[in-house]
């Protein structure tokens, strides 16, 4: 068994579709419009990984107790998802060149193994972690 994909409900699918592009190089594959329930889905992939965003014409904003990392992980439920990679401090240096909104700077596992946290355009958690 393996995760099929990741749901993220975002304002803007073209900003965060070109966010996911620009920054981790992912790429749309499909979308689909649900007009009677006013909403919009795109599905983006790059090696394996899927992420498909929802869009609502109404949509609520992210709670301000979620934007933060510590407070987000002390409420049940998902809190963020992860990308490894094998460059962690070439993926730090090029996401802070790019301005990212950085939820915190690399910091070590235990194992010696680095990560980081930055933001989506809509304050949704994503850690870059060093991967083997």
Do not use: Q
Request: glycine letters at 8%.
């Amino acid at each position: 068994m393996k995760i099929d994909h990741i749901g993220l409900s975002v304002a803007s699918i073209r900003r965060s579709a070109a966010f996911y592009k620009k920054h981790f190089g992912f790429r749309c594959v499909r979308e689909y419009i649900h007009k009677d329930i006013g909403m919009t889905i795109a599905v983006l992939k790059r090696d394996g990984i899927c992420l498909e965003l929802f869009e609502f014409a109404k949509h609520k904003k992210l709670p301000g107790y979620r934007k933060t990392l510590d407070s987000d992980l002390r409420v049940l439920g998902v809190k963020h998802f992860s990308f490894g990679v094998k460059d962690i401090k070439g993926a730090y240096t090029r996401l802070r060149h790019a301005r990212l909104c950085f939820a915190t700077d690399m910091r070590p596992f235990d194992n010696g193994l680095r990560y980081f946290f930055v933001k989506d355009p809509d304050g949704i958690l994503i850690e870059v972690m060093e991967s083997k």
